[in-house]
């Protein structure tokens, strides 16, 4: 005779083996026998929640909305040093732009992306529509809501029956009293249903609020609980600060995470404490905030992570090394100080020292394609050429999409230029381009080559592309002025030369081309 | 000295990795031109500024949170295509 596992452990163990799929379907089986099954419908909950779980720390997802019409920032125009939205301001002395490439928003390329690194804070209305270099997903129009909106489409594509609780009938103020019910309920309601109502924003035109609709929902049953429990759980109040926080309410949010850090030193409140204030673009305060958070938790890695994020993005890169450094002592398998400390040595000129750190990651077992391109680029600086050509290979066969094909072929291209094979360059260049049509760097990149075989039109026409593409980068600008002073056309090169300076103002020999221009026409 | 002297001089001495290759072809190539060494005097350079290239560009790995969100992008995006499908197959 058979024995049959109870069907409530066999869902637990799916769950335990992250089997949620399986899980949430014997519970779906349990409900449908006995529908007030609570052990059951806690379960399944926990399961839809745990399947499309997005670590709530990470994830900052700034819309064009969100960051043109800003009104929580202090002052509009910051001291320097004490603001993200000015970037330019280096304090410590690392590579400057002329050897280590920018990002849209004006700072160095970074050795690691997170969804909020992705947010730049651009100057213009133009900008901010086009997307951000280094990672290329297109960021949300309306609402750091949007993003949300387009997760939610599968799940509940999955779920051809309607949703799993039909949370307009729900009775919060009942479920608020039930603490191990509420917990599961709030984060399915914070995590999932939050997705998945916002398929009907393709269908119903009133809901297009839905989204704050079930944060409202959400934020009814944290107020609620919290009131239950006599305002005592720090728990609730990071979930209310939460709510808040995705309503964009920061300072309320404050509050809540405040009062919850009294009750309960908890290092998640920090990280939450640190993100509101990072998005109310006080850096200094974060900063203070981290190093209060390390006093109760002496070397917490994610402290001292978002201490180097911060300085990072402040362009104080050495001391944003130093930090990575002392995660590496906590944690000698963090990726992402590995990658930031190897990406620093890269463009600090020591590609042989880039490469033992790149090398530490493919130990570890990162098998990608940005792993291998960078090892390429690290191997062939520092002249292991033996190596160079098939780790590009491998980095070929591992891309992901379009756009990191064209940059691992616009890389391949530095090697050719590099080992002087200029048709090879030339041929690379043009893959880049075919794969993404918009890589500025490739369009100046050939509009060099193209200017060395003599056709000086194909090369401006190249340069004035790249300018158009990325008016972050000064390298099109001061090229364009170099062709247009060489064939006598003083006029653009003096405009081309002034938007290079205004992109670097520390580049020397765009300073010089000015001083010459200026002396020629004041003897004219 | 003669000039053949002083390049092998140069080559003796710094023992370049092209000194052999250079000495098996040289003899052959009749030059018009004498060379010209200047024992004295300044040596100077003019610095002309020529064209850049754009740097080569590490890649930036990836948080797992970020391929986390993107992996449900793609699905998300591919769930809708399916559906659509689907919703002309009926329809014809």
């Known amino acids: 005779m058979e024995v049959t596992m109870d069907p409530l452990f066999l869902a637990w163990s799916y769950f335990r083996r992250r089997k949620f799929q399986q899980c949430s379907d014997i519970c779906s089986k349990i409900l449908q026998d006995s529908p007030y099954d609570q052990a059951a419908w806690s379960l399944k909950t926990r399961a839809l929640t745990e399947m499309v779980y997005i670590d709530e720390i990470e994830v900052d997802q700034e819309g064009i909305a969100e960051m043109m019409l800003d009104e929580s920032s202090i002052a509009q125009v910051a001291r320097p040093g004490t603001s993200l939205r000015l970037p330019g301001t280096s304090q410590g002395g690392g590579p400057t732009q002329a050897v280590r490439p920018m990002t849209q928003s004006g700072r160095p390329i970074t050795g690691f992306v997170r969804p909020s690194t992705q947010s730049g804070r651009p100057g213009t209305m133009e900008q901010a529509i086009k997307t951000p270099r280094t990672a290329s997903t297109a960021r949300p129009v309306t609402s750091a809501s949007g993003r949300f909106i387009r997760l939610g489409t599968a799940s509940m594509l999955t779920n051809p029956d309607g949703p799993f609780i039909n949370l307009s009938r729900l009775n919060l103020a009942k479920y608020s009293q039930k603490p191990d019910l509420s917990r599961t309920l709030f984060e399915f309601i914070f995590h999932h249903e939050n997705d998945v109502k916002n398929v009907s924003v393709n269908v119903d035109y009133y809901s297009c609020n839905t989204n704050f609709i079930f944060l409202v929902q959400a934020l009814d049953l944290a107020a609620q609980a919290t009131e239950h429990a006599q305002f005592k759980d720090w728990w609730w109040k990071v979930q209310l600060g939460k709510c808040y926080y995705r309503l964009g309410l920061y300072r309320e949010a404050e509050k809540q995470f405040r009062s919850a850090l009294n009750h309960q030193e908890v290092v998640d409140t920090y990280l939450y404490l640190a993100k509101v204030y990072q998005r109310l673009d006080q850096p200094i305060t974060a900063l203070n905030l981290f190093k209060q958070g390390l006093d109760h938790f002496p070397g917490e890695v994610t402290l001292l992570t978002g201490i180097a994020r911060i300085h990072e993005e402040m362009n104080n890169i050495p001391s944003a090394t130093e930090y990575y450094k002392d995660v590496l002592k906590q944690d000698n398998t963090h990726v992402e100080a590995i990658a930031c400390i190897g990406s620093n040595h890269f463009y600090t000129d020591q590609p042989e020292i880039a490469l033992r750190f790149y090398r530490r990651l493919l130990q570890m077992g990162v098998y990608n394609c940005q792993l291998y391109n960078n090892l390429g680029l690290c191997c062939f600086y520092a002249q292991q050429y033996d190596m160079t050509l098939s780790s590009f290979e491998r980095a070929l066969a591992l891309v992901a999409n379009d756009e990191e094909l064209s940059d691992v072929w616009y890389n391949i291209g530095h090697v050719a230029v590099g080992i002087g094979d200029l048709t090879l360059a030339y041929q690379c260049f043009k893959l880049a381009l075919a794969f993404n049509n918009d890589h500025a760097e490739a369009y100046n990149n050939l509009a060099v080559l193209e200017l060395r075989k003599g056709r000086i039109e194909q090369s401006k026409a190249f340069l004035q592309t790249a300018a158009s593409l990325a008016p972050h980068m000064y390298e099109p600008h001061f090229n364009l002025s170099i062709l247009s002073e060489k064939i006598g056309d003083l006029q653009s090169s003096y405009t081309a030369a002034q938007k290079s300076e205004d992109t670097f103002p520390e580049h020397v020999d765009t300073q010089q081309l000015l001083k010459q221009l200026r002396q020629h026409f004041a003897v004219l | ?92």
């Open chain 2, 1 to 92: 000295m003669s000039d053949k002297n002083v390049l092998n001089a140069i080559n003796k001495s710094t023992d370049l990795p092209f000194s052999e290759h250079s000495e098996d072809k040289m003899p052959e190539v009749k030059s018009v031109f004498r060379e010209v060494l200047p024992k004295q005097g300044q040596l100077s350079m003019e610095d002309v500024p020529t064209m850049i290239l754009c740097k080569p560009k590490l890649l930036p790995l990836k948080s797992v949170t970020l391929e986390k969100l993107e992996k449900m992008q793609m699905e998300a995006q591919e769930a809708v295509k399916q559906q659509e499908l689907a919703g002309r197959e009926q329809l014809q």
